[in-house]
């Protein structure tokens, strides 16, 4: 039952005029309180069409009666017929304007409630400067009127927004929430509230269509399992678990791994994110060094505050911190999803300018780290009703959600609002709210010579910062995807003891807008055991510096080279037995004899960083190579740059 009967049936206030156009409760004849009597018993065990019908007598006898009218209008604004409560709280304020100013309150939430807005703003303000001395009442109706004035702008700009419905084999007639989505968008993870519970069901898309969701095994109990978050390689899954034996909390986030094509046994992610309060709707970052999620915990500006937890060198969790007073609000802040750019912040709140109930919100990471001033997606994707969980896709143009049929009233442990019939819906989402562009490097590492997959350690270094921007291991597949933000130049080093490593490069500087995903096959050549002779079937296969860079048209190393040269250090440090060759390579720009000098001078400049750096003369050697060898056509600005090349091979 909704708060407005409390309003009248403990909180009625009464101003009584000197007119006689009205009667009250206290001033009608005994026939009428009679039967008003019954409306309260009525009104009180919630049998709300005996109480109208009561009232019918009422106003046959006496339709001056302005309780009845107010009691009327609270009545059909329970049971949404919005309409007929706007029609019966005017009847009441024909008869007297004065005689409660709450009325002024409940005509305008009946406006609100039909989209007039507008018409809302007048009804909240004289409530405002009004007698009325329920000051819960008066925030919530300062929180209206803020939402009114915001809406009626919202309305006159609309943004884009033509959602469409996932098909069946998402979307059942059960209710569907709470989307999270890997990378390269072949593998959806949804929360389903089935037989009375919620559990987890995953699609994966073939030939650009969703499958059937199944539920996932090894993770969906007789209890609940809800709000979760999916890796961007789709190997790792954070969601949210409540009353579970050992938990520490009413609900606690717990993970669960993907190996082998199985996920395995679910476990609390533990202290400090987990605490002796609500822990829920985590959004793990695309590199895996930050766990956004929602908590009450101490600290917390509001109900539910948004937190982060960021990934330590030693790989346990840091100390969550709170997003602070630009995110979060006195109000419920919750569903974060962080995009893979890093920088791009979606969210659902109550406290922000709205249009009503929970609205969705973009937020952008400023260069120190703060959040900026969030921004309300607009009309009609937000709504007077409650939009729910926000995801958007890796290029940011497609976003997904869930519909909103609120229940207040849920207890529902993982969510806020459980959903009564909602489905998965996808959308265009319009430029000025989408993150920056980011790509994805999906790859799968194998021995050279035997094709088996292997487990190998893989870094993505910032060319710009020399800094370590992603860190990981195939998995037992050999397998991994890393998300790439655009507007950088990365390298790529894959490692494993005992064979060569490989490099890539991926500039991304001049990139703005979107980039197409980088999908490699990368084997790695074994370095023999035994004695030096040994390393005969590595011969003539060279391996490509593809991050070691020099001037133009010069020999000079730029400093952008030293992180791959360390690690060609490394390697011989590590194979006191190897000895190698540096070849250098250009284009077909210029004359032969000045490319053939130019390589060799490059070479030679690897060449002597080594020495420099501790490796014995007597294992290394030089050549330039010139134009005579390229690898790609030398027509076209690409094929040119992969003809200008720097090998080592072994010797």
Not at 101 to 126: C, G, H, M, S
Request: aromatic share 12%; hydrophobic share 35%.
């Amino acid at each position: 039952m909704k708060y407005y009967f409390s309003l009248y049936l403990l909180l009625f206030t009464f101003q009584v005029s000197f007119s006689q156009n009205y009667t009250t409760k206290k001033t009608a004849d005994n026939k009428v309180i009679k039967s008003w009597e019954r409306v309260e018993h009525f009104t009180v065990a919630e049998h709300f069409e005996e109480a109208l019908e009561e009232l019918e007598k009422i106003f046959k006898i006496d339709s001056t009666f302005i309780d009845g009218h107010i009691r009327w209008a609270a009545i059909k604004y329970t049971q949404d017929a919005y309409s007929e409560a706007e029609i019966a709280y005017k009847k009441a304020l024909s008869l007297n304007e004065n005689y409660d100013p709450a009325v002024f309150y409940q005509l305008a939430l009946t406006y609100y409630n039909q989209d007039k807005f507008a018409e809302a703003i007048p009804w909240l303000e004289r409530f405002l400067q009004s007698n009325a001395r329920n000051e819960r009442q008066k925030s919530r109706a300062k929180g209206y009127l803020g939402n009114c004035q915001f809406a009626v702008e919202a309305v006159k700009h609309p943004v884009p927004f033509e959602p469409k419905r996932l098909n069946s084999n998402i979307n059942s007639p059960n209710p569907e929430y709470l989307p999270s989505l890997t990378a390269d968008e072949q593998f959806l993870v949804i929360t389903a509230y089935v037989n009375g519970q919620e559990d987890f069901y995953f699609s994966e898309k073939v030939n650009g269509e969703w499958q059937k969701s199944q539920p996932i095994e090894n993770i969906n109990t007789p209890l609940n399992e809800g709000a979760q978050s999916i890796s961007a390689d789709g190997k790792l899954l954070v969601f949210t678990a409540c009353e579970r034996q050992g938990g520490m909390g009413r609900c606690d986030l717990y993970y669960s791994e993907s190996k082998g094509g199985k996920w395995t046994k679910p476990q609390n992610i533990g202290p400090p994110i987990n605490s002796g309060a609500w822990e829920s709707q985590p959004s793990l970052s695309a590199d895996g060094k930050a766990l956004y999620f929602a908590s009450n915990r101490s600290g917390s500006l509001g109900g539910n505050d948004l937190w982060v937890s960021y990934r330590q060198a030693d790989g346990h969790w840091g100390q969550p911190q709170n997003l602070g007073k630009n995110i979060n609000t006195t109000e419920d802040d919750q569903a974060p999803f962080i995009h893979p750019d890093g920088q791009t912040l979606y969210f659902m709140s109550k406290g922000h300018p709205a249009i009503g109930g929970f609205d969705l919100y973009v937020a952008k990471k400023q260069a120190d780290g703060t959040w900026g001033k969030p921004q309300n997606l607009g009309y009609p994707i937000n709504t007077r009703a409650n939009e729910g969980a926000f995801i958007v896709s890796l290029d940011g143009k497609t976003a997904y959600y869930a519909s909103d049929e609120a229940d207040d009233n849920s207890n529902n442990p993982s969510i806020i609002l459980a959903r009564k019939n909602s489905d998965i819906f996808t959308f265009e989402l319009y430029e000025a709210a989408r993150p920056d562009p980011v790509t994805y490097v999906k790859a799968r590492v194998f021995d050279e010579n035997t094709k088996t997959p292997l487990v190998a350690k893989v870094e993505f270094t910032d060319l710009k910062t020399d800094q370590i921007y992603a860190s990981s291991e195939t998995d037992s597949e050999g397998e991994f995807l890393v998300c790439l933000p655009l507007g950088k130049e990365y390298a790529l080093n894959v490692n494993k003891t005992r064979y060569l490593f490989h490099s890539e490069n991926f500039n991304l500087i001049e990139i703005k807008s979107s980039a197409e995903p980088f999908v490699l096959e990368i084997g790695l050549i074994p370095i023999p055991e035994g004695q030096p002779d040994a390393t005969e079937s590595l011969k003539a296969k060279p391996i490509v510096l593809r991050n070691v860079f020099f001037e133009t048209a010069s020999a000079a190393l730029l400093s952008t080279s030293k992180n791959e040269l360390d690690r060609l250090k490394s390697l011989l440090s590590e194979n006191p037995q190897m000895k190698i060759r540096i070849n250098g390579h250009t284009d077909n720009v210029g004359s032969d004899y000045a490319n053939l000098k130019l390589s060799e001078q490059r070479a030679k400049a690897v060449y002597d960083y080594l020495i420099q750096n501790g490796i014995e003369a007597n294992r290394l050697n030089y050549k330039g190579f010139g134009e005579s060898e390229p690898i790609d056509s030398n027509d076209t600005k690409e094929g040119r740059q992969r003809n200008r090349r720097t090998e080592f091979e072994v010797m």
